[in-house]
T-cell receptor, first 117, second 110 residues
């Protein structure tokens, strides 16, 4: 069973389009995250949700909007896609809100490679 | 965010031990040392973490210097599957996030 799954694995789209990436975790975790890994391979956190509530919102354009229908799902909607949005997006989850336990670990999904043409 | 310094790359031969160093001279007393790795075309995966004492698990060992300003991830017998980018990350009590640096790209030669 896949612990953290993402769909789609690949997403190719035109500039200006709106797209969504879905993430699901079956670990029963309370907290979920979205990370972006750019072409230089830097991995940066974008958002974090704890029990469906937004707790981290890094400096991300407001074209990016996370949505958590329940604590097992955290979807990422991106409006008006730009060339610079091309990257690999990773979803992750942890048992608790990370600051509650510095020994907690995060489980990452396989990533979604987004290419904006 | 607490900073770590790692070599950009290292090479090893298969079935030999690998010692991956990490410097964290500004570590505070409540910072935990976490290691994650990212295999090619995959998401990062947790490897090990520790606070003060050396730690062992099925994947690796973590040796932490007495002053905690450096640590070493030890892979006892490298396999081709261990080829990955290894990230050393300081996690603060009360911190909200993992801050990934550049990591060390480990190449394992057959």
């Amino acid at each position: 069973d896949t612990a953290v799954s993402q769909t789609p694995k690949y997403l190719v789209t035109q500039m200006g389009n709106d797209k969504s990436i879905k993430c699901e975790q079956n670990l029963g975790h309370d907290t979920m995250y979205w990370y972006k890994q750019d072409s230089k391979k830097f991995l940066k956190i974008m958002f974090s949700y704890n029990n469906k509530e937004l707790i981290i919102n890094e400096t991300v354009p407001n074209r990016f909007s996370p949505k958590s229908p329940d604590k097992a799902h955290l979807n990422l909607h991106i409006n008006s896609l730009e060339l610079g949005d091309s990257a690999v997006y990773f979803c992750a989850s942890s048992e608790r809100f990370f600051s509650g336990s510095p020994t907690d670990t995060q489980y990452f999904g396989p990533g979604t490679r987004l290419t904006v043409l | 965010d607490a900073k770590t310094t790692q070599p950009n790359s290292m090479e090893s031969n298969e079935e030999e031990p690998v010692h991956l160093p990490c410097n964290h001279s500004t570590i505070s007393g409540t910072d935990y040392i976490h290691w994650y790795r990212q295999l090619p075309s995959q998401g990062p995966e947790y490897v090990i973490h520790g606070l003060t004492s050396n730690v062992n698990n099925r994947m690796a060992s973590l040796a932490i210097a007495e002053d905690r300003k450096s640590s070493t991830l030890i892979l006892h017998r490298a396999t081709l599957r261990d080829a990955a980018v290894y990230y050393c990350i300081l996690v603060q009590g009360g911190s909200e996030k993992l801050v990934f640096g550049k990591g060390t790209k480990l190449t394992v030669n057959p």
